[in-house]
């Protein structure tokens, strides 16, 4: 049988720029598709010629990536970027959690930084977690917001899928903006306290041209409001963004 491969948008060394792990030096690998479509999506999508690699860690030279590829091949190219520099190897995407038999074979092959595989997830799939779940090390789990997102609302996913990751170093983001409804924040804030005290992080959407649009009364207001259902909840825009990094 042929090993299973994956189409894959990234592969770069940078600084985490969201949660709580924000600052730390990782390894990014952004697999292509998604089974989602958020209406604040900052992603690529994976059209060919802007799928690429660094060769070297920062130096911003970037090669095509020969799509799809094999998890020796992704193994090789991240051992060029130096794991044992870095913090963690961020899975992202898109939905990491759509290529869980390619990540079945990838994850074993990653070895050498300090923390080990940061899974950055929709957390809309907990059967595929499940399947990945020993592999993993930490886990950056999104509720989506079905307003805010303009999407079908997740819940029931959400919930599943929060019980299984509450094992792992786990943290919920929700992104939010000016208009997002009350009554999903309070929905998200009862699903997380109902699972366990998991640190959340209040996210704003950041525009195409990297502003947020949340008012800062507004954003006290939720962190105090989920203040009083959880003991650590913080306020993070996406660092990355005024930094200028990837
Ligand atoms: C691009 S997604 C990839 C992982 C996964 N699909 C997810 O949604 O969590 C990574 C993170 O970026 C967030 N994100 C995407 N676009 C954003 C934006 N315009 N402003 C703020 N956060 C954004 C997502 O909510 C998610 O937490
Ligand atoms: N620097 C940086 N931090 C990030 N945190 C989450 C990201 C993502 O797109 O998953 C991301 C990203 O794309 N770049
Ligand atoms: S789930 Fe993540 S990658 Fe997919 S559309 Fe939403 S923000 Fe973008
Ligand atoms: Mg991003």
Known sequence: MSPPVAPLVEIFSSIQGEGIWVGCRQIFLRF?????????CDTPRGIPQYCRWEARPGSREFLLLPNPLT??????????????AHHSISLTGGEPLLHTSFLLELIPLLKGTRQGIYLET???????????LPLVDIIAMDIKLPGTANINPCWQEHRA?????????????LVVDEDSKPEEIERALDLICNVGDIPLVIQPVTTPEGKTRLNPEKAITWQSRALEKLTDVRVIPQTHKFLGHL
């Not at 020796?72 to 051992?79: H, K, N, P, S, T």
């Not at 929709?122 to 990945?132: F, Q, V």
């Open 32 to 40: 292509a598709g998604c089974n989602l479509a958020c209406s604040y």
């Open 71 to 84: 998890a020796q091949e992704v193994a090789l190219m991240i051992r060029k970027l130096e794991p044992a």
């Open 122 to 132: 929709n957390g809309t799939l907990p059967d595929s977690l499940e399947r990945i």
């Open 161 to 173: 899928f929060l019980k299984l990751a509450r094992g792992k170093h786990v943290f919920v983001k």
